[in-house]
């Protein structure tokens, strides 16, 4: 017996003695001491991959640590509606699930149970989802009445320490930004000049960091320095693995109209001043002599995610042009370069390399020449055995992949077949215990998840009949790392970094060298050599010139 609350903070000492109650009454029950708390973890905005507590009870459910896990209410186990149904769904097949205030176990054993547990599930993200309005419009509220909402205060101020909903100057940390938009101002330096040079002076943000182009950003975007609060600044968005905080547009935040004295750091007319230049430096008309330029095919860089400076930061992908005259007046052809991003963003001293930026058409030809050799390397080698072996491992991942996709297809199929079922019954004038609405839901719901579950299904099936994994062998394996030339040339700009990023594992430039660390990844190969086959097999059926002008319109790099 597992008790499990999982909660607020200040309702954890209560959750835990009504399961303790609970187990108590049960005198067929034993706990076993294992306990799994999240204080403070919201079961609405987290998704389940980052919920320790939850992970961990499924792990040892797994091993057969305990036969019943308890929680305190079903929501415990999320707020996130299908996703949380389905991992509670999984944890099933190791142990069972009673929930303390509905004093009854939880199970998926049929058609009403299936609706059941949906409809459960979904009101607890309706619920969240009112609170969280109901928090958002008294936050409104406060800030309307021109008070400070909470939270951390901004860059130059402290919370009162008398006052609620109050802000009290950080005379340190006000000269730090009033420099700031003196630079800004008076000086015209750009963001990241302005964090370069804050750095090489030693000062640093809040939380003993070196400062950035996006801090100084926030710093003269902020109504609060010319004595006015702002709300709204950023708002939560959904995200595939929970949510996260976005920036809104500038001019989207609310502004207070009620003007604090004991908070203007700047003069308005020095904000307002930072506002107009700002503007300047994006106005398109201002650059270019009116004319935006038009890029011609560079794209994304093949070694996005995998290269970095010496310094050790990720490197991004951009392009430039050089001008061909002293006197400015001609531009060459874009091409594209790999840019420090901790330069960028933090200035030169906080990278330290001597070079900064580097032309992505050598750095990606060195790598690509790196790799071909790596493969002539391997195939006159004995390693193709020990990938073989690796290759065997590869297909029982696919094989499972493929069994939860059918398992997903399967689940939410019946679904959607109840949901109609109980559609028809309303229809037909006959009683049913779930609304119309709650039904219409369910259906939509389902069809969506389970065109989802098809797309994955087939996506793994073609993967495994591609590529014959459990039948490998290593002349087959042979022929496919001698014809990774041909297809790397054929394939796409995604399919090409694909392909690299299934052997290298990490790029990192210098001012002279380049050092490629090879990674061979079984599983990655075969899906990226899969994709550029078919690609390959497209190329050749439709013909070399009319292939060439459909690929260029899928991918914008040209090789």
């Not at 905005?45 to 305190?72: C, M, P, W």
């Not at 109609?420 to 215990?433: A, C, D, F, V, Y």
Request: charged share 30%.
């Amino acid at each position: 017996m597992s008790a499990r609350p999982i909660s607020d903070e200040n309702d954890l000492p209560l959750q835990k003695e009504k399961c303790m109650e609970y187990i108590a009454n049960k005198p067929d029950w034993i706990f076993t001491g294992l306990e799994y708390v999240e204080a403070g973890v919201s079961g609405f905005h987290t998704h389940v991959s980052k919920r320790t507590g939850l992970n961990q009870a499924f792990e040892d459910a797994k091993k057969g640590l305990y036969d019943i896990l308890l929680v305190y209410k079903l929501d415990r186990i999320g707020r996130r509606s299908t996703e949380s149904l389905n991992h509670a769904i999984r944890f099933l097949r190791h142990c069972r699930i009673w929930v303390v205030d509905k004093d009854r176990e939880f199970t998926n054993n049929g058609d009403a149970d299936e609706i059941l547990n949906f409809i459960e599930f979904w009101s607890a993200k309706k619920a969240s989802m009112d609170t969280k309005m109901r928090v958002t419009d008294m936050m409104k509220l406060i800030h309307k009445e021109g008070f400070w909402t909470g939270g951390n205060p901004p860059y130059g101020y402290i919370n009162h320490p008398e006052m609620s909903n109050m802000l009290q100057i950080n005379p340190k940390e006000a000269e730090v930004v009033k420099e700031i938009y003196r630079l800004y101002t008076s000086e015209g330096y750009g963001m990241l000049k302005i964090a370069g040079i804050l750095n090489e002076k030693g000062l640093k943000t809040r939380t003993g960091r070196e400062w950035k182009a996006e801090g100084i950003r926030k710093i003269l975007r902020n109504t609060i320095y010319k004595g006015y609060l702002s709300y709204g600044k950023t708002k939560k968005v959904e995200g595939e693995f929970g949510s996260y905080q976005k920036y809104t547009k500038e001019g989207e935040e609310l502004v207070s109209e009620r003007y604090w004295a004991e908070y203007e750091i700047v003069p308005a007319e020095v904000w307002e001043r930072a506002q107009k230049m700002k503007k300047a430096r994006v106005d398109v008309a201002s650059h270019f002599g009116g004319n935006t330029p038009v890029r011609k095919g560079t794209g994304k860089g093949l070694l996005v995610g995998v290269l970095t400076c010496e310094c050790g930061s990720s490197m991004t992908y951009g392009s430039r042009r050089d001008w061909l005259d002293h006197k400015r007046t001609k531009r060459g052809e874009l091409y594209g370069i790999y840019r420090c991003l901790k330069r960028l963003k933090a200035g030169v001293q906080a990278c330290g390399a001597k070079k900064g930026s580097h032309r992505a058409e050598k750095i990606e030809s060195a790598v690509i020449e790196k790799v071909k050799e790596y493969l002539k390397e391997m195939v006159n080698s004995n390693v193709l055995v020990e990938i073989q072996k690796q290759t065997l491992n590869a297909s029982k991942e696919i094989e499972e992949k493929l069994a939860q996709a059918k398992q997903d297809m399967e689940q939410w199929q019946r679904a959607k077949e109840n949901a109609n079922n109980h559609l028809l019954k309303i229809l037909m004038g006959e009683e049913s215990p779930f609304s119309e609405a709650q039904l219409k839901e369910l259906y939509e719901k389902a069809v969506k998840e389970l065109e989802s579950a098809q797309r994955l299904y087939e996506e793994m099936k073609a993967l495994k009949d591609a590529n014959g994994l459990s039948e490998i062998d290593v002349l087959k394996l042979q022929d496919l790392l001698l014809d990774w030339g041909a297809l790397f040339d054929q394939a796409t700009t995604e399919e090409k970094r694909q392909m690299l990023g299934s052997i290298v594992d990490y790029v990192t430039v210098r001012e002279e060298t380049i050092e490629v660390a090879i990674h061979f990844d079984v599983v990655k190969f075969f899906e990226a050599v899969s994709c550029a086959r078919e690609t390959a097999a497209a190329f050749a059926h439709a013909g070399t010139d009319s292939y060439r002008q459909n690929n260029d319109s899928r991918s914008s790099y040209s090789s």
